[in-house]
């Protein structure tokens, strides 16, 4: 993993990962990400990886850097293995056998060992996988154990997250033999099609005030503490079903009721009903898109979704992906567009990739100091796709350096160039 992390960062001159920028260094952590992905589906018999849970580096405790295992790669594992010594036998390794060393080296170790812990369960926690620790201070026992584990084939689990993709994979491999031979249009929701994120409308409502209620403060730190992990869509589908106390219909419609598609939306997707499928993967709520939809005259979108009384999907950026991937394999065109990080497994996967961006705008002067870590990596991951383009989101939004910009009324045009 240290390796895989090390060949990904020098790529942007940097010695090690936490050498890089922001928006570099997440490119680069994406990039092995993947490359763990293709190595899992390869492999026959297993996937074993080695690396450090937290990132800490140890002379400066206080400092955490990202965790070296990102949402991403956490449906991966179905077991983490936590091979761990006593803090000052760990210096003794790293030093030298005879070197002295100060409490402050042994309370920095002591940090990053509490870590390591701390990262190894909630991975556990969030995806269901095993947890199994080893004492390390006699080598030659560590070892003689863990080979034990991995010969071992009664270890092996299916998690949580495995297992939903799975069934998301056979939902799309259903959908892929449905439109095989067409060209097939996929879009996120929120932010793309709308500027409207349904789910903060809709804690409002359950809250009964414009913010900070119980149920948008939920979201939020939900979030916040968990990242955009499988465990956190999960969380948020909860939070939807309990804090609307048996009213999601009713609050469903009224946020419908004031959710705008962006201009031009609306032509765009009549327009590629015209030629193709058209599909929205949303990690929100089908049902408000539904109504949306109906309401503007818009007939056989297919919706899948994580809120959804039918069937719910964690479509998160693993999920898009595998998603995107299976439609791929038999659609005589793909195209996707969406608005963030989430969005971009999917937008790899297609022959024609749209960002729709709503970052620098020049009616908000704090924006220009803000560094675009996000719409960044998504341009950089996107650096080598054959065909990307951007949408503006609003005519505030202004130019800045990366692929051409086009506007929805070009959208299926230049879809279908050299089709």
Request: charged share 30%; hydrophobic share 40%; net charge neutral.
């Amino acid at each position: 993993m240290s390796d895989m992390l090390k060949e990904a960062a020098s790529r942007f001159g940097g010695a090690k990962p936490a050498q890089l920028d922001v928006p570099s260094r997440r490119t680069a952590r994406q990039r092995v990400s993947e490359a763990l992905h293709q190595s899992a589906r390869k492999a026959r018999r297993g996937l074993l990886c080695e690396g450090h849970m937290g990132g800490v580096p140890v002379e400066e405790p206080e400092r955490f850097f990202e965790t070296a295992f990102t949402d991403h790669d956490k449906t991966l594992f179905n077991e983490v293995v936590l091979v761990e010594a006593d803090p000052d036998v760990v210096l003794q390794r790293r030093k030298g056998e005879g070197l002295s060393f100060g409490q402050s080296e042994l309370d920095a170790v002591k940090v990053e060992i509490a870590r390591e812990r701390e990262h190894a369960v909630d991975l556990c926690r969030e995806t269901g996988a095993r947890l199994r620790v080893i004492e390390a201070n006699l080598p030659g026992r560590a070892v003689a154990t863990l080979r034990g584990y991995l010969r071992n084939p009664a270890s092996v689990s299916e998690t949580y997250p495995m297992s939903h993709r799975h069934s998301l994979a056979r939902a799309a491999r259903k959908y892929a033999k449905q439109v095989e031979g067409e060209v097939v249009f996929l879009f996120d929701a929120d932010g793309t099609l709308s500027p409207v994120d349904v789910s903060e409308e809709f804690m409002k409502h359950a809250d009964g005030m414009p913010k900070d209620g119980p149920a948008h403060s939920a979201m939020h730190r939900n979030f916040k503490e968990r990242g955009r992990s499988y465990a956190s869509y999960l969380y948020h589908e909860i939070y939807h079903r309990d804090f609307s106390k048996g009213g999601v219909t009713a609050i469903c419609k009224a946020v419908a009721a004031d959710a705008k598609l962006f201009p031009g939306v609306k032509e765009c997707l009549l327009e590629a009903l015209k030629v193709g499928r058209v599909a929205i993967l949303t990690a929100g709520i089908p049902d408000i898109w539904k109504i949306v939809l109906a309401r503007e005259g818009i007939c056989g979108v297919d919706i899948f979704g994580l809120v959804d009384k039918d069937a719910r999907y964690v479509m998160d950026e693993q999920g898009k992906e595998c998603f995107a991937q299976e439609v791929r394999r038999k659609a005589r065109r793909l195209i996707a567009s969406g608005d963030s990080v989430i969005d971009l497994g999917m937008m790899r996967a297609a022959d024609v990739a749209f960002i729709v961006v709503k970052w620098p705008d020049l009616t908000k002067k704090d924006e220009k100091n803000i560094e675009p870590s996000e719409i960044t990596k998504m341009i950089m991951m996107l650096s080598r796709h054959p065909a990307v383009y951007r949408i503006k989101s609003k005519p505030e939004v202004y130019e800045v350096i990366g692929p051409p910009f086009a506007i929805w009324a070009d959208f299926v045009a230049l879809s279908l160039e050299n089709i």
